[in-house]
Each structure stands twice: as structure tokens, then as C-alpha cells.
């Protein structure tokens, strides 16, 4: 299954234009979302594997469409996060969300 298949579109334009984030992303996790902040961070891996070392943020896959449509869907739950500011992750449009917060529960 694709990521495309649990989102909606709509419902992240609108969001997007509302909210006072300066940058966006859709999360996929195992674990259930709440709506506002996140406390915790992510980590980084290396080779499949969990190093324990914290990045200063939330890897989130950026808002394109295009790769959107291009993106398995990998785990259990989906939410539309913002954040203050943004970094490149190491993957294909990902990106790393500071002071992330959950918007929107698609799944």
C-alpha cells in the first residue's frame, strides 16, 4: 500500500494555508497519534539499525505529491506534523521537523 492511499489531499492544503508552522510533513509511526506537541525525538540509524543518538527532530516525509504518491506506506499510523524549522534527512524527501507538533490523524 502507498502512502497516497491514507491521505487526503484536501485536508492538507487546508491545513497548511491555516496553521502558523513554518514547515510541514507526514509522519508515519507504529504508535497511535494524539493531536499537539510530540515528546519525543527521533533517532538516527545507520545500516537498519538504532544508533540510540537523538536528532534534533521529527523525520517526516515532505509535502510533494509527486513522491508522496512514490512512498510505501511502512507502519500503522499517519499524521500531517509541523514544526519551526526544517533539515534534510538521509532518505529520498525526508526531512527533520523541530518543535514538531501533530496537526492532523489520518490513520
Not at 497548511?16 to 509522519?27: H, I, M, N, Q
Not at 519551526?84 to 490513520?107: P, Q
Amino acid at each position: 500500500m502507498m502512502l497516497s492511499d491514507k491521505i487526503d489531499r484536501t485536508i492538507i492544503d487546508e491545513i497548511c494555508a491555516e496553521d502558523f508552522s513554518e514547515c510541514f510533513g507526514l509522519r508515519q509511526q507504529e504508535e497511535p497519534f494524539e493531536l499537539g506537541s510530540l515528546d519525543h525525538l527521533s533517532h538516527i540509524w545507520v545500516d537498519g539499525d538504532d544508533t540510540g543518538e537523538e536528532l534534533d527532530g521529527i523525520c517526516a516525509t515532505c509535502i510533494d505529491y509527486d513522491l508522496i504518491k512514490r512512498t510505501h506506506l511502512f507502519a500503522d499510523h499517519v499524521a500531517l506534523i509541523g514544526g519551526t524549522r526544517i533539515a534534510s534527512g538521509e532518505d529520498e524527501g525526508e526531512i527533520i521537523l523541530a518543535n514538531a507538533k501533530v496537526l492532523y490523524v489520518f490513520c
